[in-house]
C-alpha cells in the first residue's frame, strides 16, 4: 500500500524568507503523481503544484517550487519569499496513475509566517 | 464559473442517526470524489463517482454511501453514526478520472456527532 510522511507537524518562517517543507513516501508503483496543496484556515484546499513521476524536472510555481527525488522518495516543497498569506496546514498527496482520483494524504505540516 | 460547493456548512448529529451531506461540483465537472478529513489529519479517501457510478472505494464501511446526479452533484450518506464520525468532509471534483486532471476542492462540511 501506499503511504505519505510528513514529519514536520510545524514549521515557521520570517517573512522574506525561505523555508522547505519536507514529504517522503512509498509505492511500487512506477506512474504516480505528487502534490502538495495548501489549507488556510477554514477555507478550501488549494493545489499548489504538482510533479509527474515521470518528468525529472522539478516543478516550479512562482514561489513555489519541488525537489523531486524519485530514488529516494522524496518530494519536498520550497517556498521563496514567503508571505503573510502562505499561512497555512500544507499537505503532501500522491495518486497513483490511471483513471481514479484518489488522492493519499501526508498528515500535514502546519506553516507559520512571522512578520 | 462556479467553483465546488457543499452543504450544509455545520451539522450536529447523535449517534445512530443518518446523514446526508451534498456537493455540487464544477460546471463542467464529472467526477466527484468524497474525503474525510478528521481533526488534526490528512483527509482520507470514501470514494468517487464517474458519471453516475461508483468506480473506486477507500477503507470505510458499507454505511457510507453515495449517488451522483445526472448534473453531477453528489451526495454522500452516513447510517448509524458514530462518535468517531466525526470530521470535515470534502468533495473533490474534477473534469475526468484520468490521474492528471486536477481536483478542485469544496469548503467541507463540518459533522459533530454526539
Known amino acids: 500500500a501506499q503511504t505519505v510522511t510528513q514529519s514536520q507537524p510545524e514549521m515557521s518562517v520570517q517573512e522574506a524568507e525561505t523555508v522547505t517543507l519536507s514529504c517522503t513516501y512509498d509505492?511500487?508503483?512506477?506512474?504516480?503523481?505528487l502534490f502538495w496543496y495548501k489549507q488556510p484556515p477554514s477555507r478550501q484546499m488549494i493545489l499548489v503544484i504538482r510533479q509527474e513521476a515521470y518528468k525529472q524536472q522539478n516543478a516550479t510555481e512562482n514561489r513555489f517550487s519541488v525537489n523531486f527525488q524519485k530514488a529516494a522518495k522524496s518530494f519536498s516543497l520550497k517556498i521563496s519569499d514567503s508571505q503573510l498569506g502562505d499561512a497555512a496546514m500544507y499537505f503532501c498527496a500522491y495518486r497513483r496513475g490511471g483513471a481514479t482520483n484518489k488522492l493519499i494524504f501526508g498528515t500535514g505540516t502546519l506553516l507559520a509566517v512571522q512578520p | 464559473e462556479t467553483g465546488v460547493t457543499q452543504s450544509p456548512t455545520h451539522l450536529i448529529k447523535t449517534r445512530g442517526q443518518q446523514v446526508t451531506l451534498r456537493c455540487s461540483s464544477q460546471?463542467?465537472?464529472?467526477?466527484v470524489s468524497w474525503y474525510q478529513q478528521a481533526l488534526g489529519q490528512g483527509p482520507q479517501f470514501i470514494f468517487q463517482y464517474y458519471r453516475e457510478e461508483e468506480n473506486g472505494r477507500g477503507n470505510f464501511p458499507p454505511r457510507f454511501s453515495g449517488l451522483q446526479f445526472p448534473n453531477y452533484s453528489s451526495e454522500l450518506n452516513v447510517n448509524a453514526l458514530e462518535l468517531d464520525d466525526s470530521a470535515l468532509y470534502l468533495c473533490?471534483?474534477?473534469?475526468?478520472?484520468?490521474?492528471?486532471?486536477?481536483?478542485?476542492f469544496g469548503p467541507g462540511t463540518r459533522l459533530t456527532v454526539l
Open positions: 460546471s463542467g465537472h464529472n467526477t
Open positions: 509505492t511500487s508503483e512506477s506512474d504516480y503523481y
Open positions: 473533490a471534483s474534477s473534469s475526468s478520472g484520468l490521474a492528471h486532471n486536477e481536483q478542485f
